[in-house]
Structure formats: C-alpha cells, structure tokens
C-alpha cells in the first residue's frame, strides 16, 4: 500500500450522506488491523484515534459549520501528525493541507457507487 511509505498521509473524502464513506474507511482501516466494528460514523466524537503504526485518525466534520470550528478542536494537529488521517466531509475545510488524496465519492444505484482518487501519482496506481 501507498501509505506505508511515506511518515504521514491525508485523505479527504467527499460524497453525499450514505454513498458510503463509513464503509470506505471501515476498509482502510482493516488495513491496520482495526476492525471493523470498531469503526463508526465519528459525528459525535468528530475524531476517532487508533493506536497503530501508524496512528489511524478517522475525522468526521459532519457537524462543523464554521471553519474557526476546526481550530479550536485541534484537528490540524490530527492532520499534520505523523499518523494516517482520513476525513469525512472534508469540503467543510477552509483549506486543505499539502499533499492530500482527494476521494469522490457519487451515488449511482442502491449497490454502485462511483469512486474518483485525485492526488496518488501514476507511479503507486498498483499500490491502491
């Protein structure tokens, strides 16, 4: 995978409610042996921290209004660690970080989605 090669990676999900991106980061997150059980929507907590190698932080921004939000709740700190984020509803960022992956989430019937990965080099599309 991609991620085990760098200190630090965000990836930023984008996507209406239910086209799946609890289930994406469920997926992701079995990558470092969470299970999957132990992953929820985080819109209550707003951030859910795993203690692997590296850290996994699932970010959930669903009830952020304001960007001034974000500071106050130390969630840059979360993105600029040295651990793996991921974030749901990451267009309610006032700006984004450097060096993110970008994933489009889109609805196309109750059993398919459209997925788009913006932000991975040509180079580790074998890796995804």
């Avoid at 969470?34 to 699932?58: K, M, N, Q």
């Avoid at 651990?83 to 889109?106: C, F, H, Q, T, Y």
Wanted: with cysteine.
């Amino acid at each position: 995978m991609f991620l085990k090669k760098q200190k630090s990676a965000t990836a930023c999900l984008y996507g209406d409610l239910g086209v799946g991106k609890t289930t994406l980061i469920k997926g992701i997150a079995s990558a470092f042996g969470i299970p999957e059980r132990d992953i929820g929507s985080a819109s209550f907590v707003i951030v859910a921290e795993y203690e692997t190698i590296p850290p996994f932080y699932h970010i959930d921004l669903y009830r952020i209004e304001q960007g001034d939000e974000l500071d106050n709740l130390g969630i840059w700190e979360y993105i600029e660690s040295d651990g793996i984020a991921v974030i749901e509803w990451a267009e309610r960022l006032s700006e984004l970080p450097e060096d993110i992956i970008k994933v489009r989430m889109s609805y196309i019937d109750e059993n398919s989605r459209e997925v788009v990965i913006e932000g991975v080099d040509e180079k580790d599309w074998h890796n995804l």
